[in-house]
């Protein structure tokens, strides 16, 4: 059974960076970052294929954000760069046992409890 857990939130200022970080037990292979801010539904954010070979990002956080994953650490990344207010969330990753990147939510079986981000200007 795979089991994910999301850590690195936190609270920092526009401009800051932050590392996410999602450990993976179990199989899987694409890995996505989605999140979730108030009264917002949750939007997709990121994801990688098992060889990293293959990502896709959002149009809001492209040339910020840079999602990467360690598999011998079974350990996703999410960098975060140039943080702005509004990428304030909950982070959640989630995992789908294929190897082609969606970017529904309905597309990922299993998800981490969340992390959240919060961006002061």
């Known amino acids: 059974q795979v089991q994910l857990v999301e850590s690195g939130g936190g609270l920092v200022q526009a401009g800051d960076s932050l590392r996410l970080s999602c450990a993976v037990s179990g199989s899987t292979y694409t890995v996505g970052w989605f999140r979730q801010a108030p009264g917002k539904e949750r939007e997709f954010v990121s994801a990688?294929?098992?060889?990293?070979?293959?990502?896709n990002y959002a149009d809001s956080v492209k040339g910020r954000f840079t999602i990467s994953r360690n598999n011998a650490k079974n350990t996703v990344y999410l960098q975060m760069n140039s943080l702005k207010p509004e990428d304030t969330a909950i982070y959640y990753c989630?995992?789908?046992?294929?190897?082609?990147?969606?970017?529904?939510?309905?597309?990922?079986?299993?998800w981490g409890q969340g992390t959240q981000v919060t961006v002061s200007s």
């Open positions: 989630a995992s789908r046992r294929t190897s082609t990147i969606v970017t529904n939510e309905l597309g990922y079986s299993t």
């Open positions: 990688i294929s098992w060889s990293g070979g293959s990502t």
